[in-house]
């Protein structure tokens, strides 16, 4: 009966204790414990290991892109009540970035257009707005760039433990979207904040990576900083040739991101006829062999990307953009035929 | 029907005069080129800041083309070939265009950021258009890029004195920065834009130059690792050009392209700003009072030496003198007045 006192004694006590620690950590942490956390979790889960891989294998990048854009807030949130969605967060803001980016284009081209019609106030509107897209995208891939710190450590050091296929996918992504931030805050003008080593750390970065797996990335990467920032080339290297390379992994597995690497850096190089070979070149093998189904997505962002290179020198040349299937063409192209022609002299 | 009649006749007229002014300007427009170096190229910040002036310049009908090189010398090369009509280049390159901007970035000339605004704002001023023409070139434009540094990669080296014998990466087509490697007793390493930053880092040089704008992109932090410093005195404050064939543009484009000019200070200030930010606050050294003074005095030695010998234009050097004087008139090279 003494025992019997003692354990209604500490009853009633932990009862209290519990009332009083109830009313202390309050509704919101049960239901964010108890409720929303476990859905987090699914909707993470779910989000990796099936909306992941499924937009991965479809054509239509602005549905994944309106999709990233609407729903990052939804997704992201669950970080409040469970571990922070960081690699879904690369996704993301990869994703988001490239929405703006398209919008960033549309106005590049309107600029364009605006000059060849000596209408520089137009063009002056045109940079602006663009510069203002320039700015947003930036700020999404910069934001994808730190859920990769976040959850990996920084690029440029010791690699991480990149276990599985969808570790590293998330770390090509992730410096992808670290190389795109820098890039574009550049091209706006307007310091948001980029760490300009990004590209010497991504370098660096891509050696943690099997470059024959993902399709010559790694390499494509890394060759176009060698030949985009000055000093950065190590002796012996040809960056070109590594970005050749790298173009015939991507069509050999059909997944033919290489070649917008290859392109961005003999654009920035002001080589515009090796451009225009590599967009040839990718506009046949597109034709020629479909896409990986697995990474449909990847290899219509790099035609998209590609299209994007075309269409400004379309504009410049022309003032409208590549005509509807005419990627691989140019104004220039000397047209051949192989038709016979017919004898007139005696019909005139 | 006569208010149909009527705006039929006014819609006539208002074709035929947006064709006819559209026409004018059509034919008024000058194509003229512009090459820019941008060690990025053509997605680099330089190239990209320029492409924002290609509206401004159509309205004062210039059609600028720009191209991007990546190589400074090919760029000056190009544009004394009369390949280029227009180029942007660093201060040091524009000397063989216009001694006296070139002089700008003479070694102690200018000791900081509002001195630099001071001198900015003077040369923007119609009255000085006068300076900025030499010959056949003007200098349409002149946007700071901030103060230029001494990196060091053993911090014990913290007097002049101590680089007696150090390896010093040097822009070797600069003369004024031979004669001021030799001048403190330390040898001249050879070195360009491109390969001074890999020299530092993998330490085939003790000490390089570089403005903050450098550090991160460059990675000159791997180069300072632990023992490293960075000596925070203004060697020279560098800066970009824009110089113009004077034949190849209309009277007064370059007043008009400086006065643009100036509307990106703020801008190009924010940028040296964010970059100096970026620099690990121990890295910094800051020397004595007494030292800067010692230093002060050498470099002014050097600047009338090069003078002396040609390199520096002396009415830059006497502007640069009058600036510092502004701002600390008790200096006793304000009553030598030997600059």
Redesign the interface.
């Known amino acids: 009966m003494k025992n019997f006192g003692v354990i209604k004694g500490l009853l009633k006590k932990s009862i209290l204790l519990s009332v009083v620690s109830l009313q202390l950590v309050g509704c919101q942490t049960f239901k964010d414990k108890v409720v929303y956390a476990p859905a987090g979790d699914v909707m993470q889960n779910l989000a990796k290991e099936h909306t992941v891989p499924y937009m991965l294998g479809t054509e239509d990048l602005a549905v994944s892109c309106a999709m990233s854009e609407a729903l990052s807030p939804l997704l992201m949130a669950f970080g409040r009540v469970t571990s922070n969605p960081d690699q879904l967060g690369v996704m993301m803001g990869l994703s988001a970035g490239a929405c703006e980016e398209q919008r960033a284009w549309d106005n590049e081209l309107r600029y364009l257009r ?2 060849r019609d ?1 209408r ?2 137009e ?2 509107d045109a ?1 602006i707005t663009q510069k203002r897209h320039l700015v947003n995208a930036a700020k999404r891939q910069f934001s994808a760039y730190n859920h990769l710190v976040n959850y990996y450590g920084e690029p440029g050091g010791e690699c991480p433990d990149l276990d599985d296929e969808f570790d590293q996918f998330i770390w090509m992504a992730g410096m992808l979207s670290g190389l795109q931030a820098l ?1 574009n805050e ?4 307007t ?1 948001i ?1 980029v ?3 990004i ?2 750390k991504v370098e660096r970065g891509t050696s943690c990576i099997d470059d024959d797996l993902w399709w010559g990335v790694p390499m494509a990467m890394k060759a176009a900083v060698w030949a ?4 950065a080339l190590p002796q012996g290297e040809n960056a070109w040739e590594r970005l050749e390379t790298a173009q015939a992994k991507g069509e050999d597995a059909r997944v033919r991101l290489p070649n917008v690497m290859y392109a ?1 850096a003999a ?4 080589k515009d006829e090796l451009v225009k070979d590599i967009i040839r070149r990718h506009a046949d093998q597109v034709k020629k062999h479909p896409a990986n189904p697995e990474y449909a997505l990847i290899d219509t962002t790099a035609t998209l990307q590609l299209q994007a290179l075309s269409d400004r020198l379309w504009t410049e040349n022309t003032g409208h953009r590549t005509p509807v299937g005419g990627l691989g063409t140019f104004w220039d192209d000397k047209k051949e035929s192989n038709v016979e022609v017919m004898e007139l002299d005696d019909l005139l | 029907m006569k208010l149909l009649k009527n705006i039929k006749a006014l819609s006539v007229a208002a074709a035929v005069s947006a064709s006819a002014v559209s026409g004018v300007a059509q034919a008024d427009m000058m194509k003229r080129s512009f090459c820019v170096w941008d060690p990025v190229g053509a997605n680099g910040p330089l190239f990209n800041v320029m492409k924002s002036a290609k509206p401004s310049a159509m309205k004062w009908g210039i059609d600028l083309e720009l191209k991007a090189y990546t190589d400074e010398k090919i760029a000056a090369e190009d544009f004394k070939a009369g390949q280029c009509d227009s180029v942007l280049l660093t201060g040091t390159r524009a000397r063989e265009f216009n001694k006296f901007t070139g002089s700008l970035e003479a070694m102690g000339g200018i000791p900081g950021n509002e001195e630099m605004k001071m001198i900015l704002q003077t040369l923007t001023q119609p009255k000085a258009a006068k300076l900025m023409k030499s010959g056949e070139y003007e200098v349409a434009g002149i946007l700071p890029a901030g103060a230029i540094y001494l990196y060091i990669r053993d911090r014990n080296i913290d007097t002049v004195e101590e680089l007696q014998g150090k390896k010093v990466a040097t822009l070797d087509y600069d003369q004024a920065s031979m004669t001021m490697v030799r001048h403190v007793g330390a040898s001249v390493v050879g070195a360009s834009t491109a390969n001074f930053a890999g020299k530092f880092n993998n330490g085939s040089v003790d000490v390089a130059y570089a403005p903050a704008v450098a550090y991160t992109p460059l990675e000159l932090y791997k180069g300072l690792g632990e023992n490293g410093g960075i000596f925070d005195f203004s060697l020279a404050q560098m800066n970009f050009q824009i110089i113009a064939r004077i034949d190849r543009f209309p009277e007064g484009y370059g007043q008009k392209v400086r006065d643009y000019t100036a509307t990106r200070y703020e801008e190009a200030y924010k940028l040296v700003a964010d970059a100096e930010a970026e620099i690990k606050k121990e890295y910094w050294m800051r020397p004595s009072q007494e030292n800067l003074e010692g230093y002060s005095k050498m470099l002014q030695e050097v600047r009338i030496a090069l003078r002396d010998e040609g390199v520096y234009d002396a009415k830059a050097l006497r502007l640069m003198r009058k600036v510092r004087c502004k701002k600390n008139p008790t200096n006793s090279e304000c009553a030598e007045k030997r600059e």
Do not use: V
């Open positions: 605006a000059m000596l520089p106030d063009a002056e940079l890039n550049i091209q706006s003008t310091g904040g760490p300009k080593n590209a010497s985009m920032l000055p000093g961005m654009f920035t190089n002001g």
